[in-house]
DNA sequence: CGGGAGATGGGCT
DNA sequence: GCCCATCTCCCGA
């Protein structure tokens, strides 16, 4: 690969650090359909202590068991019937945190996107949430527990984020510890989920 | 436009 | 049977 992928260290860090770090850099899916990638501009932290909203929250299940381990993996899983979620692993294996990425600007393969999204789709509206991104760019339950560092998945280094562009705020679309401050995304970008 | 209801299925009590 | 880290459509303004 000629790109500088975004390796094992890190990732171990701690989670609100990744959530932030995260931002504006390229998440790239290599499917059989084709290639499709995307910055990364909203990210929200999930926590293993005081986070109840958290998956890992009451200890580890079959369903959220990805999230306990190494960082730098993906952790997907399936919500409301019709929707998948891509979450980065952080911390260190064991602990159970994970980054919940909310929004992408997308880069490569718009075209492929908006035929899996609907083509009557604005290119706003193509990646400006969690279920759509991963619709978009066709990441579903198979790519579950993958490591981020290589085809088909992975992340790469993209745009560096000041950290005066960064706007801090509380979760979104959760119904539990709504008063935390673990929302992270990039200033007045145009495709986040709000 | 903005708000709200409904769809949908896996996980857990 | 109820909850859920969502999305879309449809309605009223």
Redesign the pocket.
Known sequence: MDFNTLDHLFYQKNTVSLAKVLLGSLLVNESDEGITSGFIVET?A?LSKNDP????S?GK????AV?FGPPGRA?VY??????Y?F?VVSAVEGIGE?V?VRALEPITGVELMKKR??DH?KIT?LTS?????CSAMGIDRKYNNVVLNKPPLYLIEGRTVKRSRIEISN??????ATDKPLRFSIKDNPFL?R
């Open positions: 929200e999930y909203a958290c998956h890992a009451k299940t079959k369903r959220n999230m952790y399936f919500i409301y019937g019709n929707y979620c979450n994970a919940l999204r609907g789709h509206n949430g969690p279920g759509k991104l979760r979104i679309g959760i119904t539990q989920s």
